[in-house]
């Protein structure tokens, strides 16, 4: 059973040892490498599972929105806690999906958040409505409430706060302040599933959810793939009419809509991971607690600042996002990277100074607080699957560059342990390019 809310494990919690024979440590204590992902280790453990789903499938010759996708929209509907789950081909297209059932219109404007990723502005644009963009938090990174309050205008038709990170956005703040307003509220919870607020899962707490499949996300396919939630009957029926060019029945078009269904495949693939999804996040959050536990072993005092956690909900650790200060960002990724340890800037660029959107009139200074993100902000490693040792590995590296001395000895000492074969676990062994997915993380 997934549980809707979790409290944080402590920072040993599943504690695995490694000395494979070709990830010794240097004489620094560090392994040779440590990726940012590892998709084949999570495959590995679910190999012929995934493929008798994919087996079943192709024997039925039902490619497209069959048996599997239904049982899937029901199955994420009970996890979720919500009436409706609807499936589509990616996490761009349920954001699209999402205001194209609201009725939002060229013209409208639509405030979201400028750190975050593409989709969620391209989304608004798509429909000739003009994205409003807001800045955020510094220390949550997520949408500042009181910054969508103050850009609230005549033409404002929906809001849409973006649950970064695997955090959930400031709900209690923002839901007032939509509902004094009359808009509606779209989730963008691509990072987030099972992540809560007050008990309450993201995809449920507005009009809409969207969330996506990519394959890096917590719960990940072989591919693109999406799906939305709803409690609202309306909204969930006009959905999955959208999705299928608005046609009901074959071949009469009530509405134009577009053809965004996800594959059988897909889902059969995502119906072997998601029971384990909650153990997964479990995994993340025993691992984003370990950092926080090493980061505190050195004197990085005013030079890396670690994220926190939610106290108001569980934070699902999408990603473990650290923030560098002194202009020192792109010198420690670039240590990082000779060091073959893996890291990603997201995001690099905010939206509001993107060139497509150099029409809208943005100039930098406009969202300072966003801005300053962008040029400090740096993602490391935080997958489920992720060894201590290679989260001391990193840990270390960035210590070693900083010069930062080790101020305390580590609390963890346990000895390796006698279960595990003397050349290491096999997904060490047999670790490649590290789970690449095709090097697009969003």
């Not at 709900?171 to 009359?182: E, H, K, V, Y």
């Not at 917590?218 to 608005?246: C, E, P, S």
Request: charged share 20%.
């Amino acid at each position: 059973m997934i549980r809707p809310n979790t409290s944080l494990p402590p920072a040993n919690a599943t504690a695995k040892h490694s000395n494979a024979a070709d990830d010794r440590p240097d004489s620094g204590g560090f392994l040779p490498s440590v990726g940012l992902l590892a998709l084949d280790r999570q495959y590995a453990t679910l190999r012929e599972e995934i493929r008798a789903a994919i087996d079943r499938v192709c024997d039925t010759g039902r490619f497209v929105l069959g048996p599997d996708v239904n049982d899937l929209e029901a199955e994420l509907a009970r996890a979720l806690g919500v009436p409706h789950a609807i499936t589509c081909a990616s996490g761009s297209d349920a954001l699209l999906l999402a205001l194209m059932a609201l009725d939002i219109e060229p013209g409208d404007e639509v405030i979201l958040p400028s750190y975050t990723f593409f989709a969620t502005a391209s989304a608004v644009t798509r429909l000739g409505a003009i994205p409003i963009f807001a800045d955020i938090d510094p220390t949550t990174y997520l949408v500042d409430p009181s910054d969508v309050q103050r850009k609230i205008g005549k033409r404002t038709r929906a809001i849409i706060p973006v649950h970064l990170f695997g955090r959930t956005a400031d709900m209690d703040a923002l839901l007032p302040i939509a509902r004094d307003s009359g808009l509606p509220v779209v989730e963008d919870a691509a990072q987030s599933i099972l992540s809560t607020w007050h008990g309450r899962c993201s995809g449920g707490l507005g009009d809409v959810g969207c969330f996506s499949f990519y394959p890096t996300k917590n719960l990940g396919g072989a591919g693109d793939g999406g799906f939305l939630t709803t409690t609202r009957d309306d909204i969930a029926a006009r959905l999955k009419l959208l999705r299928v060019h608005g046609m009901e029945p074959r071949y009469y078009h009530q509405v134009v809509g577009i053809n965004s269904r996800l594959d059988s495949i897909q889902a059969a693939v995502l119906r072997v991971k998601l029971p384990h999804l909650d153990a997964w996040t479990t995994a993340r959050q025993a691992n984003a607690a370990r950092y926080m536990e090493l980061f505190s072993q050195y004197d990085l005092e005013g030079r890396v600042t670690v994220p926190t956690d939610e106290p108001r909900g569980r934070h699902v650790w999408n990603q473990f996002v650290i923030r560098v200060a002194g202009g020192q960002r792109d010198a420690l990724r670039a240590h990082l990277t000779a060091c073959k340890v893996g890291t990603e800037i997201y995001y690099p660029v905010p939206l509001h100074l993107q060139k497509c959107f150099a029409h809208l009139g943005w100039a930098k200074g406009d969202l300072p607080l966003t801005e300053q993100a962008a040029d400090e902000t740096l993602a490391l490693p935080i997958f489920p699957e992720l060894e201590p040792a290679e989260q001391r590995t990193v840990v270390g590296r960035i210590a070693e560059f900083f010069q930062a001395p080790q101020t305390h000895a580590p609390a963890d000492s346990t000895p390796q342990s006698s279960a595990l074969p003397p050349e290491g676990p096999h997904f060490l062994r047999r670790m490649k390019a590290v789970g690449r997915a095709d090097d697009v993380r969003c």
